[in-house]
């Protein structure tokens, strides 16, 4: 029998129930007992768990809702291989996020290095309910593979390069629902019971002890769905961008196509061979941005190996990804993990559904100088102290009402770009360091960082001037 997740997990008729009438319209249980024919009672009984309806019935009573219940079989071998099982090595750095992408959008409480969360409250949904979120997840999962699997296709049969840059750009697509489904999986096959003997059926004992998810494990698997969003719709700007200088060599390829002929029949026309020049240079100067999205080639086919309905493909699965958070995010615990971590990085909370919800990405917090300094090891060594980028350009507040100096260093040794950084004001255990610095712009321009920088009021939030530098 599989036993990835726990086949002996069920989704409960009652709690299927309740969840199809409470997510219909205006529908109370005496109206919905009335259109299937049943009393009030009968109805509270199948809703509080009291009494098990019939398959058939719960399917009779579920297409009264404004929902259906799917039903579908997939087949899994019922004796797996015993040699592999039995040589199988239990994970035991299962929260270890390997994937760059998805890793950048996660918050480092949820993707810690050893791979181990700290233990958390079991105040999460149950684990058989979360059976459904699991089948969603998967389901979503599939489809965001489609693409990858689409183009290396596509590439093996005519070995046209711009479909194999297409391969490495939907990459990262579906890491995120991977990951989300994979510590759902584990969480629900390690602590759901497998019944022993011949009759393999749930004791009451275990009915009632209800086990459920961790916050940190759900909170790690809803972060996971965010970013997966994030993820699809970096992607599809990334085809945006393609699209758009692929336009731009089409037009200027026109224009020169008619500057050289005028330049044939211009008769002497003063300025045509001129123009003619400069159209050329406009073209190679277009050629070289389309080109600069085109890693393996194929500059010539950028815009014409199916961009547009990937782009379009993409943000679909960049909202079916941000409708499966919502749902998972409306569990108390995840709400109680925010208001918590949330004083630790409050610019993370305002990127999950806040005032940096469009950002396609978090900004970075590091927990000292030190730790920025080993990634951007091009920045000028940090001096010891609470200021170890130099003085302060403004201070901004946090929702807290703490401080953080706003300072802009040179990223390296292009005085041009920098990065713009929030250190944290705070009383030191330790004198000689930091606090906490977040990286509110990479590679920004140097004049324009200032220019927002010193255009916020005195009194501005860190929230705001984030805000301003990423719409800059």
Not at 104 to 121: K, M, T, V, W, Y
Request: aromatic share 4%; net charge neutral; hydrophobic share 40%.
């Amino acid at each position: 029998m599989a036993h990835y997740p726990n086949p002996f997990a069920a989704i409960r008729a009652s709690w299927l129930l309740g969840r199809a009438r409470l997510r219909s319209e205006n529908l109370s249980q005496s109206t919905l007992a009335e259109d299937v024919g049943l009393g009030q009672a009968a109805l509270s009984k199948y809703e509080n768990g009291s009494r098990e309806p019939s398959f058939a019935d719960l399917q009779r009573i579920i297409a009264r809702t404004d929902h259906r219940l799917v039903v579908r079989l997939r087949r899994e071998a019922r004796v797996g291989n015993r040699l592999l099982e039995s040589m199988s090595v239990p994970d035991l750095a299962p929260y270890r996020v390997s994937d760059t992408h998805l890793h950048r959008r996660l918050p480092a409480q949820l993707a810690p290095a050893d791979g181990r969360l700290e233990r958390s409250e079991p105040d999460g949904p149950r684990l058989e309910e979360a059976l459904l979120h699991l089948y969603e997840i998967q389901d979503f999962l599939h489809d965001a593979r489609q693409p990858e699997a689409r183009f290396q296709e596509t590439y093996e049969r005519w070995h046209v390069e711009r479909d194999r840059d297409l391969i490495h750009l939907v990459l990262p697509v579906g890491a995120g629902a991977a990951q989300a489904a994979g510590i759902l999986a584990r969480a629900i096959d390690n602590r759901t019971a497998r019944p022993t003997g011949s009759r393999a059926v749930k004791s009451k004992q275990t009915e009632q002890a209800e086990p459920r998810a961790s916050r940190l494990t759900w909170a790690h698997i809803v972060c996971c769905l965010r970013a997966e969003e994030a993820i699809c719709r970096e992607r599809a700007a990334r085809l945006h961008r393609a699209l758009d200088a692929a336009r731009a060599r089409v037009r200027a390829r026109n224009l020169a196509d008619d500057a050289e002929l005028l330049a044939r029949t211009g008769h002497g026309r003063p300025g045509a061979l001129a123009d003619l020049d400069q159209a050329k240079a406009a073209l190679e100067q277009a050629g070289r941005h389309a080109a600069g999205h085109s890693r393996n080639g194929g500059a010539q086919d950028v815009g014409l190996s199916g961009e547009r309905y990937l782009a379009v493909e993409l943000t679909q699965l960049a909202d079916r990804a941000h409708a499966l958070y919502e749902e998972l995010a409306q569990e108390p615990t995840f709400t109680a993990w925010r208001e918590v971590h949330a004083a630790t990085d409050p610019l993370y909370d305002a990127w999950l559904d806040g005032e940096l919800r469009t950002a396609l990405a978090p900004p970075l917090l590091f927990p000292d100088a030190k730790a920025l300094h080993r990634l951007h090891h091009r920045l000028p060594e940090p001096a010891a102290g609470p200021a170890p980028y130099g003085p302060a350009r403004r201070t901004a507040y946090d929702h807290l009402g703490r401080p953080w100096q706003i300072v802009i260093t040179a990223e390296d040794d292009a005085a041009s770009r920098a990065l713009v950084l929030a250190v944290q004001d705070q009383v030191q255990s330790e004198p000689g360091q930091s606090g906490p610095v977040y990286v509110l712009a990479e590679k920004a321009d140097t004049d324009r960082a200032r220019a927002v920088v010193d255009a916020a009021p005195r009194a501005t939030s860190l929230l705001g001037i984030t805000a301003a530098l990423r719409n800059a």
